[in-house]
């Protein structure tokens, strides 16, 4: 099987010859290690790509290391010149300005030559798409005020958003080659979500699922990116039709009761602890754990193996090398 078809099979809940796996790095973690990963996993062919301007060089490191999925960043949007009045206490009665960045043409031939060089699922990541996204206009705790005592503005804000996400996805999701993408915010805290089930399910689920099923109608897979303890969504989520959740937490989520209730439903990417085990654990203990994340999440399918948020400078190389290695031969 072709890492692409692994990935769509682990979709599917299927069983696969191999789990597939998608490793990445921070910010901090990959001035610590980018280099040096690249030199001990890319091999000769793909350096040669990268030489020759075919591939970029995160790309080839992530796919010696044997990343099953290439994460790929797209034209997007962001606030433009908020005035500091925004950040203040008080909803403010405007919504701010935007602005548009990248290349339609450059981020198309970017999947084209990972699509002709590899064989890997391409993903595009859109970060802080949704409720990070008001989070960065208003600040987190603005906004949450918002939600809980100035709703008509905070749905106003989020409506806005959605229109913006959803005019930028109609730009991208046909072009050939992408397998999914990913929408990212953070709803929940280590102990439970931000605002109530009900907040959530009333004032964000509505724009979420608008983005779903667009993303859905282009035949493209629809990734979601959670930090925290979730729990109370998740059958939301699964029906709204989400196919891969990412970072799932061992250290505020029974990863195990997750498969339990939810493994036939939804795909699992993480679960690999990023808060003890790598950063404090021994090489051996890093690949025990990961054979035994990826013995019970991998039950019939619906696994990518995976750390449970990206691996920061505080992991030892030995550590990561572990985690790598270990998933290679899952």
Not at 205 to 214: R, T, V
Request: net charge negative; charged share 20%; aromatic share 10%.
């Amino acid at each position: 099987m072709t890492r692409y078809e692994r990935v769509k099979a682990a979709i599917a809940h299927q069983t696969t010859d191999k789990i597939p796996s998608c490793i990445h790095l921070a910010g901090d973690g990959k001035t610590a290690y980018a280099d040096r990963l690249y030199e001990k996993y890319t091999d000769d062919r793909l350096k040669s790509l990268v030489n020759e301007g075919k591939l970029l060089r995160e790309h080839a490191m992530y796919y010696g290391m044997g990343n099953h999925v290439l994460a790929v960043n797209c034209p997007w949007w962001s606030w433009y010149d908020v005035p500091a009045s925004y950040s203040a206490e008080e909803a403010p009665d405007f919504l701010p300005k935007t602005m548009g960045y990248g290349s339609y043409e450059g981020f198309a031939q970017m999947v084209r030559n990972i699509k002709e060089y590899t064989d890997a699922y391409v993903l595009v990541t859109i970060w802080g798409s949704h409720f990070e996204k008001a989070n960065f206009a208003r600040g987190i705790e603005n906004f949450l005020a918002d939600i809980a005592g100035e709703p008509e503005f905070a749905q106003r804000l989020l409506d806005f958003i959605i229109h913006k996400n959803l005019v930028m996805l109609e730009n991208i999701i046909h072009i050939p080659g992408i397998d999914g993408i990913l929408l990212g915010s953070d709803w929940g805290s280590q102990k439970d979500l931000l605002m109530s089930p009900t907040a959530w399910k009333t004032m964000i689920a509505p724009g979420e699922q608008k983005e779903y099923d667009l993303i859905h109608s282009a035949g493209v897979d629809v990734w979601v990116h959670s930090c925290g303890d979730i729990r109370r969504i998740l059958p939301d989520l699964t029906t709204m039709g989400v196919d891969v959740l990412n970072p799932v937490q061992p250290e505020c989520m029974d990863i195990c009761e997750l498969k339990d209730k939810y493994g036939d439903k939804i795909t699992f990417w993480g679960g690999i602890s990023t808060q003890k085990t790598l950063p404090y654990g021994t090489p051996d203990a890093v690949a025990a754990e990961t054979r035994a994340v990826a013995a019970y999440l991998g039950k019939n399918g619906g696994f990518i193996t995976a750390p449970a948020q990206e691996i920061q400078a505080d992991v030892p190389f030995e550590n990561l090398c572990a985690l790598i290695d270990t998933a290679n031969a899952l």
